[in-house]
């Protein structure tokens, strides 16, 4: 089973910018639709983005326009670039295969002045 390790998070003020990488123990090159999930404090895991094998992407209404999910198959690496941060987007925020296989630990994102 393909292991995934995500980095990039940090501390941010509002309006920063982050870029956060997942990268897999193997290929990604045959899984259809990899995604970006996060889990905020006090709520469920939500699904934020993903992409398809061909490059379509799909958002959460709350982060069109400011977050970019993209994808490298050569590198079995994931992106979520995120811009314009808010204190909202605070969370742990994981990728994973849709449907999901073996979660990572994650990677911390706050969003504080």
């Known amino acids: 089973q393909v292991q995934l390790v995500e980095s990039g998070g940090g501390l941010v003020q509002p309006g920063g910018s982050l870029r956060l990488s997942c990268a897999a123990s193997g290929s990604i090159a045959s899984i259809n639709i990899m995604g970006w999930f996060r889990r905020r404090p006090g709520k469920q895991r939500e699904l934020v983005a993903y992409?398809?094998?061909?490059?379509?992407?799909t958002y959460v209404d709350s982060v069109k326009g400011r977050f970019t999910i993209s994808r490298d198959n050569a590198k079995n690496t994931v992106y979520l670039q995120m811009n314009s941060l808010k204190p909202e987007d605070t969370a742990v925020y994981c990728c994973?295969?849709?449907?999901?296989?073996?979660w990572g630990q994650g990677t911390q994102v706050t969003v504080s002045s």
């Open positions: 992409i398809t094998s061909g490059g379509a992407t």
């Open positions: 994973n295969a849709i449907p999901a296989g073996a």
